[in-house]
Nanobody, 117 residues
Framework: QVQLVESGGGLVQAGGSLRLSCTAS????????ISWYRQAPGKQRELVAT????STNYGDSVKGRFTISRDKNTVYLQMNSLKPEDTAVYSC??????????????WGQGTQVTVSS
């Protein structure tokens, strides 16, 4: 009933910027929260940022550099001052209420971000 589609990944030099997008579509009642996660080779997936209502939270490694925002059913991750260690596959995750009896998590397919030195 719900699909999440990410876009905006690519190759950028250290110090540069990228903006990722994640759009939710389908049949649902409400998006409660949307998060960005990332997973680099040889590492576990980590939480990058979350937006829930008017509140945002960030992982320690990206504070001051990344900004998460939301416009209706699309969430954005503005990434500035990128570092090589930011290289990873970035995926969005949405906590969605489908109806009065169902609330669940959905994942997007992921988008590759590569930061060169």
């Amino acid at each position: 009933q719900v699909q999440l589609v990410e876009s905006g990944g690519g190759l950028v030099q250290a110090g540069g910027s990228l903006r990722l997008s994640c759009t939710a579509s389908g049949s649902f009642f409400r998006i409660n929260a949307i998060s960005w996660y990332r997973q680099a080779p040889g590492k576990q997936r980590e939480l990058v940022a979350t937006i829930r209502g008017g509140s945002t939270n960030y992982g320690d490694s990206v504070k001051g550099r990344f900004t998460i925002s939301r416009d209706k059913n699309t969430v954005y991750l503005q990434m500035n001052s990128l570092k090589p260690e930011d290289t990873a596959v970035y995926s969005c995750n949405a906590d969605i209420t489908i109806n009065s009896r169902s609330t669940t998590m959905y994942w997007g397919q992921g988008t590759q971000v590569t930061v060169s030195s």
